[in-house]
């Protein structure tokens, strides 16, 4: 009998109801990049790790498939608290997001050497960016009560997102799809 082994995450989908404001989010901000994508039919795209041969590990769909039973694009993560993301340049990120107007959160993670940011998607997609503190540079995470993340509690403000494609055509954030 063969053996049955989860290997890793192999892609997070995504219903959006802006497909521009998500792309400038995952580009701009996370550093992500669009590859090639089927033609399921409706719009998407598959968003790929920055380095080269990065799998796509974001697939975003708008359209009709992303309407849920109410005839409205779902937000926010449902039952799953968040998705996690191996990630390095823990102080390059939070500019990025600094940058963006966006809020975020961080996190030791206590008896570790693992340092974590919690930031949204405009979907509201909690995610959790964890990094290697030992090879990190700079100030470990920021644990006072104001930037501390604490389970459970959101933080996700829909009306700071709206910037991000303004913010990335003015060359605040960087446009990584050139």
């Given at each position: 009998m063969t053996?049955?082994?989860t290997h890793g995450l192999f892609h997070l989908a995504i219903k959006t109801a802006d497909l521009p404001r998500t792309l400038a989010f995952w580009v701009g901000v996370m550093g992500l990049r669009?590859?090639?994508?089927?033609?399921?039919?409706?719009?998407?795209?598959w968003l790929a790790c920055g380095h080269p041969g990065g799998q796509a590990i974001v697939h975003v769909y708008a359209g009709g498939p992303a309407l849920g039973d109410a005839g409205i694009?779902?937000?926010?993560?449902?039952?799953i608290d968040h998705v996690s993301l191996s990630?390095?340049?823990y102080h390059a990120h939070m500019a990025r997001?600094?940058?963006a107007g966006l809020d975020w959160r961080e996190f030791l993670v206590p008896g570790t050497t693992l340092w974590q940011l919690f930031v949204y998607d405009p979907s509201g997609v909690q995610l959790e960016l964890t990094f290697d503190g030992a090879v990190e540079q700079g100030a470990p995470p920021d644990m006072s009560p104001a930037r501390s993340y604490r389970a459970g509690r959101s933080?996700?403000?829909?009306?700071?997102?709206?910037?991000?494609s303004i913010l990335q055509r003015s060359?605040?954030?960087p446009d990584e799809t050139a």
């Open positions: 053996s049955a082994i669009e590859v090639a994508r089927p033609d399921f039919g409706y719009p998407g795209a694009v779902p937000s926010g993560t449902g039952a990630c390095s340049g997001f600094r940058a933080f996700f403000d829909p009306s700071c997102y709206p910037c991000l060359g605040a954030l």
